[in-house]
């Protein structure tokens, strides 16, 4: 069976009040959070010598995706050992550079070498762009590049460095700050940068004597409850909702943990009214039935496996109740998984594009996973077996999520941005 498109004119139907156009990707996994695009026309092949409008070369590797705003791309990238962080906005007719701003830190920054410096994706509103920089700060510019505000909200440490990105909601930007010592969600005024309000700090750390390692590299995600917004942000522990626009905190799940490590990297999948939660280094997995208030463990927990899990760092998408998945174990399966049951029912243990790191998008009615040696995998969601309509390859390293936009592909690797395009051969 394949995608219907009742779940695309739902989806549409609950459309987040945000300024940007139809064919705008203005943050992570697109405009609603979820790596869906309503839009259609995109290539389903290419390869170095093929659909290829242009390709840009980068200053530096980096694993932070880019979005696409009106005529714009946007993207972070660091260089001096992210010494210095720079916001990159592109043109998207031919790629050329428009303009540049690079904040300095002077201080070494842990981080790991398969996560460069500048991880995260930025958040455009159509008349800003907001970067996240961890412990150089959050920032705010203009389209033309006019520094409106930045806030420092302290140091982030961990060995494995960061990777949240910023979620835009109304009037607030909201971030996850960590992982380190120092984890909590905060939001901030879209105009000013001030803060509105900030959530309790949650264990945290980076690893202790015993090798334990905890942390959290999800981007919160807004769902619906009851026809009200929450704000859905993982920890490293347990899952928790939020009032966006006072940040109470409305309910709570756990189920993350384990013995060995509380880890984090996927955002919140949601779909069905089941929100599915998967936890890092092979960590437990389980999913929620939203709504309820405080420790809803007990009442809305609908699943949860604890044992033989791929290692999960990309985010799915849930089209008709199953979620689309791509992993980061070796060599790369991508899975197919029942949201109320958590059970898969196929599983393609070897991709030519694995392990995954970026996330699962959804457009033209084709999946598109992107793998670490810059393959993309695209392939038909068909919860009855593994449907698999091309294998597209760049030839170089890739951690991140394509961007989608007016039928185009934007594909950052860690030598470059590509835009993979019908409209006009290279």
Same mark, same amino acid.
């Given at each position: ?20 156009? !139809?064919?705008?990707?203005?943050? =992570? ?10 839009? #259609?026309?995109?290539?389903? #092949? ?35 050992? @992210? ?11 031919? @790629? ?26 930025? !958040? ?29 909200? @302290? ?7 960061? @990777? ?19 984890? =909590? ?12 309000? %900030? ?11 015993? *090798? ?17 917004? %929450? ?35 996927? #955002?919140?999948?949601? *779909? ?10 092979? *960590?437990?997995?389980?999913?929620? %039935?939203? *709504? ?79 793998? %670490? ?9 068909? =919860? ?18 394509? !961007? ?23």
């Amino acid at each position: 069976m394949n995608f219907s498109r009742s779940t695309l004119l739902l989806i549409t139907s609950l459309l987040l009040p945000v300024i940007a156009s !139809a064919a705008d990707w203005p943050g =992570f996994r697109g405009l609603h959070g979820n790596g869906i695009s309503s839009e #259609s026309g995109f290539p389903t #092949s290419w390869s170095p010598d093929e659909n290829i409008k242009w390709r840009i070369p980068l200053p530096e590797k980096g694993n932070g995706s880019p979005i696409v705003v009106g005529e714009k791309i946007f993207l972070l990238c660091a260089e001096d050992d @992210g010494k210095k962080r720079s916001t990159f906005c592109f043109n998207r007719k031919d @790629g050329s550079e428009i303009w540049k701003q690079t904040v300095e830190y002077a201080e070494v920054e842990e981080t790991h070498k398969t996560n460069p410096y500048c991880p995260s994706t930025p !958040a455009s509103d159509g008349e800003h762009v907001y970067v996240w920089h961890r412990s150089a700060g959050m920032h705010c510019y203009d389209l033309d590049g006019n520094l409106a505000w930045s806030r420092d909200l @302290g140091e982030f440490r961990h060995i494995w460095g960061g @990777g949240s990105s910023p979620l835009l909601y109304r009037d607030l930007v909201i971030q996850l700050c960590g992982p380190g010592e120092r984890t =909590f969600l905060i939001a901030l005024d879209k105009k000013s940068g001030e803060t509105r309000w %900030q959530s309790e700090i949650e264990p945290g750390g980076s690893a202790s004597d015993k *090798g334990r390692y905890i942390g959290s590299w999800a981007t919160p995600v807004i769902v619906k409850v009851e026809g009200k917004d %929450q704000i859905l942000c993982p920890y490293p522990t347990r899952v928790v909702s939020y009032q966006p626009k006072t940040g109470e905190v409305i309910s709570y799940c756990t189920g993350i943990e384990r013995e060995k490590s509380d880890l984090c990297y996927t #955002s919140p999948m949601v *779909g069905e009214g089941v929100a599915v939660i998967l936890g890092g280094f092979k *960590g437990p997995g389980f999913g929620i %039935q939203l *709504g309820g208030t405080g420790n809803t463990t007990e009442s809305h927990r609908l699943w949860r496996v604890e044992q033989r899990n791929p290692q999960r760092i990309g985010s799915g998408v849930v089209l008709d109740g199953y979620l689309y998945m791509a992993n980061a174990d070796e060599p790369g399966s991508i899975e197919c998984i029942d949201v109320k049951t958590g059970v898969p029912s196929w599983v393609h243990k070897r991709s030519e594009g694995g392990p995954h790191w970026g996330s699962v998008v959804f457009a033209n009615g084709m999946l598109y996973a992107t793998g %670490q040696v810059g393959t993309t995998t695209v392939f038909k969601p068909n =919860f009855e077996k593994f449907e698999v309509v091309s294998v597209n390859k760049l030839n170089e390293d890739c951690n991140a999520t394509p !961007a989608l936009s007016d039928g185009e592909l934007f594909i950052r690797t860690w030598d470059a941005l590509y835009c993979v395009s019908e409209k006009s051969e290279k």
